[in-house]
């Protein structure tokens, strides 16, 4: 049996068990190994079909408890059976990534609040490529979608794709971005303070008495270029010199073909630091990686401080002081925004047109005072 068949036959099963009454609104559903012994299929196949499932409104997830039959169920009078009472509105969203980094935190915090409120999902990915962003736009609007949220394609630059969003607009269909924005666009969103994030996090390794600190952002995205704008604001505020080859920038496509090997050249020099702000915690678990390849040591050696402070910040031996973005947090205010726009029944919610975190450092054991 095709794949696609057993997914889809994954599908069906369940919704029958649903619709027949075998399991109730608020019931919990099979287990995943339960599902794989009793069809006979892959986990992978029962989490896509599951997926997919809660996507449509037919079942929601609980953190830590499981996945139950949707409440937003009706009994049809003339059958007896139950049938999906969801009303019928599907929420496109756009990001940069789906599966990595931040990214599913992001994206559960808008599904759990969108499945509850009897909204379907679709889902789609740029690899922040503006070309794909193109494509995805294309499929939404294909899609008559009723809402989107949307994470910017290199925000950092003017975006070829503006009409797309403009027959948004003409169509009437609410849109939202997260973690940035088009600024020709000036659209709602709902973002964190980067600059200021690139600030707190230059400004602890100062006082920690580090004043080699080299600073390494991705600038293609405007994330990227608010946090290095507020590390360069750190060294004025606090009069202390600041020279260009203290600052590393790089696009999305020299991330994997030349950024590491200019940070390691950067190490082994004698312009070497002693402090290091990292666009992500991504970059920041690189170069952990290059440290220990050259025998170096944090914090002994060298302190470092990453952004976002993701699992990734607690993923090594060595825990990253890190700039905490609202992960989840972000994806459940994105959908209520989105759904307040859809049905225009929280004007409270819509004059607050956009959102704006205000950034912490959590400090760990990758940053000490230097000696």
Not at 249 to 277: Q, R, V
Request: proline residues 4%.
């Amino acid at each position: 049996m095709a794949q696609q068949t057993k997914y889809n036959m994954v599908k069906e099963k369940i919704k029958s068990w649903i619709l027949n009454g075998d399991v109730k609104p608020g019931e919990k559903i099979y287990s995943e190994n339960e599902l794989v012994k009793m069809l006979g299929v892959s986990r992978h196949t029962v989490r896509q079909a599951i997926g997919d499932l809660v996507h449509e409104g037919w079942l929601y997830r609980e953190q830590g408890a499981g996945t139950f039959c949707s409440n937003r169920f009706e009994q049809n009078q003339q059958t007896g059976t139950l049938q999906p009472a969801v009303n019928g509105k599907n929420i496109g969203i756009i990001t940069t990534y789906i599966s990595d980094y931040i990214f599913p935190s992001i994206i559960k915090g808008i599904e759990s609040y969108l499945t509850d409120m009897g909204y379907s999902l679709t889902l789609a990915c740029t690899d922040n490529d503006l070309e794909k962003e193109k494509q995805c736009l294309q499929s939404m609007l294909s899609r008559n979608i009723d809402g989107l949220i949307v994470e910017p394609t290199k925000s950092g630059s003017f975006n070829p794709n503006m009409n797309y969003y403009l027959e948004l607009e003409q169509k009437n269909i609410p849109y939202l971005m997260i973690n940035q924005f088009y600024s020709q666009l000036a659209p709602p969103h709902i973002i964190v303070d980067d600059e200021k994030g690139g600030f707190i996090a230059t400004e602890h390794l100062l006082k920690l008495n580090h004043r080699k600190i080299i600073g390494i952002f991705k600038t293609d995205d405007l994330q990227g270029v608010y946090r290095m704008q507020g590390f360069i604001r750190a060294f004025r505020e606090n009069g202390i010199p600041l020279s260009p080859e203290m600052i590393i920038t790089y696009t999305t496509e020299e991330l994997n073909n030349g950024l590491l090997e200019k940070i390691k050249a950067l190490l082994i020099s004698s312009k070497k630091p002693t402090g290091i702000i990292c666009y992500n915690d991504q970059i920041a678990l690189s170069v952990l990686d290059i440290l220990r390849e050259l025998k170096m040591s944090v914090p002994e050696d060298i302190s470092i401080v990453g952004y976002d402070d993701s699992s990734l910040a607690e993923a090594s031996e060595v825990k990253l002081t890190s700039i905490t973005h609202p992960k989840m947090q972000m994806g459940i205010d994105a959908a209520k925004w989105i759904v307040s726009a859809v049905e225009q029944n929280n004007p409270d919610v819509m004059r607050q047109k956009s959102i704006i975190y205000d950034p912490e450092i959590v400090i760990r054991s990758s940053t000490s005072l230097l000696n």
